[in-house]
């Protein structure tokens, strides 16, 4: 299943214009069956904990634009994967992770949490959109574990017209991110962006501007 038959299946429609996101380039050296490339790893960074917290819905008292993550695991195959746990933190709209004690956070659990995807290899989570902090893109992080083994560590990343209009709102302080991807300190070792523009979370809208990013994590 390639990811254009996936977004089908999800029953999410593109909207034209705003947010409708921007279409990955394609990464030809690693791709699946199915010519989708297989998920690129960024490194955890600082903020991870495994807080084992088993919960769709993360944002706890956590203020920002509402979204819904929807994630789906597949083989080099393209077969979906049951059981693998996708595990997600982010930080909150001022760009602070919970519990830890330089921001401030010791003993807060918030915008962290896992699922287990379904027979269909899917799982969702309902969270905010994500702020930013310094010499960052504005990421998500996720984990994939399968049968007790770390598969995947990376960031997805988003659209930029929909991150701008989403920061320039009151909820989120410090405006939209200035960061390029020659500056982000994960990224800037890469040539090209095509490991960003692979990692792009598509983002659409419905008719009453509830927000769902969706993205398909394919596993070598």
């Not at 990464?27 to 690129?40: H, N, Q, R």
């Not at 921001?103 to 799982?123: A, F, M, P, S």
């Not at 095509?194 to 009453?208: E, F, G, Q």
Request: aromatic share 10%; hydrophobic share 30%.
């Amino acid at each position: 299943m390639n990811r254009s038959q996936f977004i089908s299946l999800l029953g999410i429609p593109f909207f034209a214009g705003l947010f409708s996101s921007t279409k990955n380039n394609p990464v030809k050296d690693l791709l699946t069956d199915c010519d989708d490339p297989i998920t690129p790893p960024v490194p955890e960074g600082p903020y991870y904990k495994n807080e084992k917290l088993n919960r769709a819905n993360i944002v706890e008292r956590k203020a920002g634009t509402p979204v819904k993550y929807i994630f789906m695991v597949e083989d080099k195959h393209c077969k979906p994967i049951k059981g693998a746990i996708v595990d997600i933190w982010q930080c909150d709209s001022e760009g602070h992770y919970s519990d830890f004690k330089a921001e401030n956070t010791l003993n807060e659990t918030w915008l962290r949490g896992y699922q287990v995807t379904d027979d269909k290899g899917k799982c969702e989570f309902t969270s905010i959109f994500p702020g930013w902090y310094t010499n960052r893109l504005t990421h998500l992080h996720a984990k994939v574990h399968i049968n007790g083994e770390t598969v995947l560590t990376t960031n997805l990343f988003f659209d930029k017209k929909v991150e701008n209009t989403i920061h320039k709102q009151p909820l989120y302080p410090k405006g939209p991110n200035p960061t390029t991807i020659t500056e982000d300190y994960e990224l800037r070792v890469d040539k090209d962006t095509k490991r960003h523009d692979t990692l792009i979370m598509n983002i659409t809208a419905n008719k009453k501007g509830e927000l769902t990013g969706y993205y398909k994590v394919s596993v070598a």
